[in-house]
């Protein structure tokens, strides 16, 4: 018993106490930092936003040397598309917080540049210096609205371009040639929307395009490419394609390349309508919407909506022409869907004044 109390009186127990308190105290802040780290350290190398004026498509797309294995999906989870509305990417230690903050102040009416600064005063961590966006979307006119951030405290090579419908952005990267790439391959290609995204992603097939991928000879190890269409539901895109992760040394580029052409192979090759089968026509001293189908008599299927997506009337219809009022609708922009079969479907946006 007195050999008992002797220990007990040399351990000093005030000190011993305070020394287990400080330990926890480390143990507890360690955890906090490890936990902050993993939901923050997501970073998207290089992506574009876009949209199409004309067919009120909404486009977003990306690669990182994150896959699926650090964090579910892998790069796409920076893509946050909202149809008819805009997309907006959040990169650079990526957390849930500020792209959902981003996506609520887009829903309530924010512009790109409206949305930015409020991320960056109001970052869920305090730490807007390390973050990245790109976002892009339309007025109430039709307008294309672009925006760009990045902080200073991005890894290097770090950096963005806008132009009228695009934004492009990219941290730890090879240099500025990237984005460079990026930008001229979607401005000279021809076709839609969605075939200039992957050619901007070409763009970027770059060896250590994403310099932590330097070693296996790719340029990321996943990638993805997004489409809306202004009728779409946001968990149901028109296009949806992602590539999580690839084996070593396989390019993500090329894997998501091969899936598009097989989604155009069956969706385009003699699927997807031709414009010219319904033209479509808007008499602004009237405000007359006329629709003119070619052969006349074929049967379709009509639905016009707001710019928020919300449908205002339709009708089904066999007739050489049809036409409805805007007389009584609001000033801003509408998008008229025409539906010929299950499979084969088509919009047009116009600005009623």
């Given at each position: 018993?007195?050999?008992?109390?002797?220990?007990?009186?040399?351990?000093?127990?005030?000190?011993?106490?305070?020394?287990?308190?400080?330990?926890?105290?480390?143990?507890?802040?360690?955890?906090?930092?490890?936990?902050?780290?993993?939901?923050?350290?997501?970073?998207?190398?290089?992506?574009?936003?876009?949209?199409?004026?004309?067919?009120?498509?909404?486009?977003?797309?990306?690669?990182?040397?994150?896959?699926?294995?650090?964090?579910?999906?892998?790069?796409?989870?920076?893509?946050?598309?909202?149809?008819?509305?805009?997309?907006?990417?959040?990169?650079?230690?990526?957390?849930?917080?500020?792209?959902?903050?981003?996506?609520?102040r887009m829903l309530l009416?924010?512009?790109?540049?409206?949305?930015?600064?409020?991320?960056?005063?109001?970052?869920?961590?305090?730490?807007?210096?390390?973050?990245?966006?790109?976002?892009?979307?339309?007025?109430?006119?039709?307008?294309?609205?672009?925006?760009?951030?990045?902080?200073?405290n991005c890894f290097d090579?770090?950096?963005?371009?806008?132009?009228?419908?695009?934004?492009?952005?990219?941290?730890?990267?090879?240099?500025?040639?990237?984005?460079?790439?990026?930008?001229?391959?979607?401005?000279?290609?021809?076709?839609?929307?969605?075939?200039?995204?992957?050619?901007?992603?070409?763009?970027?097939?770059?060896?250590?395009?994403?310099?932590?991928?330097?070693?296996?000879?790719?340029?990321?190890?996943?990638?993805?490419?997004?489409?809306?269409?202004?009728?779409?539901?946001?968990?149901?895109?028109?296009?949806?394609?992602?590539?999580?992760e690839t084996p070593f040394?396989?390019?993500?580029?090329?894997?998501?390349?091969?899936?598009?052409?097989?989604?155009?192979?069956?969706?385009?090759?003699?699927?997807?309508?031709?414009?010219?089968?319904?033209?479509?026509?808007?008499?602004?001293?009237?405000?007359?919407?006329?629709?003119?189908?070619?052969?006349?008599?074929?049967?379709?299927?009509?639905?016009?909506?707001?710019?928020?997506?919300?449908?205002?009337?339709?009708?089904?219809?066999?007739?050489?022409?049809?036409?409805?009022?805007?007389?009584?609708?609001?000033?801003?922009?509408?998008?008229?869907?025409?539906?010929?079969?299950?499979?084969?479907?088509?919009?047009?946006?116009?600005?009623?004044?």
């Amino acid at each position: 018993m007195k050999h008992r109390v002797f220990c007990l009186s040399k351990l000093n127990l005030p000190t011993f106490n305070a020394q287990i308190n400080d330990l926890a105290m480390k143990i507890i802040l360690l955890l906090v930092f490890f936990l902050v780290t993993i939901q923050s350290y997501t970073q998207d190398t290089f992506s574009i936003v876009a949209v199409d004026t004309l067919t009120g498509e909404i486009g977003s797309a990306g690669a990182s040397c994150i896959d699926d294995n650090a964090i579910a999906g892998g790069a796409i989870i920076i893509s946050d598309i909202i149809p008819a509305r805009g997309a907006i990417h959040t990169q650079s230690f990526w957390i849930s917080a500020n792209q959902q903050n981003a996506h609520t102040r887009m829903l309530l009416g924010d512009s790109p540049e409206e949305i930015i600064a409020w991320l960056i005063a109001n970052d869920a961590q305090n730490l807007p210096g390390r973050r990245q966006y790109g976002i892009v979307d339309t007025d109430e006119s039709g307008n294309p609205r672009t925006a760009a951030f990045t902080g200073a405290n991005c890894f290097d090579w770090k950096g963005h371009k806008t132009g009228r419908n695009y934004s492009i952005q990219g941290n730890i990267l090879l240099g500025e040639q990237i984005i460079t790439d990026m930008e001229n391959g979607f401005l000279n290609t021809e076709g839609t929307l969605s075939d200039k995204l992957m050619a901007a992603l070409q763009g970027a097939k770059v060896a250590g395009a994403d310099t932590r991928c330097l070693n296996e000879g790719v340029s990321s190890l996943s990638a993805f490419i997004r489409m809306a269409r202004p009728e779409d539901d946001a968990d149901s895109l028109y296009l949806d394609l992602n590539v999580p992760e690839t084996p070593f040394g396989v390019e993500p580029i090329d894997e998501l390349q091969e899936l598009y052409d097989e989604w155009k192979n069956l969706v385009s090759l003699g699927k997807q309508p031709d414009r010219n089968n319904i033209s479509l026509f808007y008499n602004r001293e009237t405000s007359e919407v006329i629709l003119v189908p070619s052969p006349a008599g074929q049967s379709f299927t009509w639905v016009l909506y707001d710019a928020m997506g919300k449908a205002i009337s339709s009708s089904d219809t066999r007739h050489s022409r049809i036409s409805f009022s805007m007389h009584h609708q609001p000033s801003g922009l509408y998008i008229v869907k025409i539906q010929y079969s299950i499979n084969q479907s088509v919009s047009y946006k116009f600005i009623h004044p």
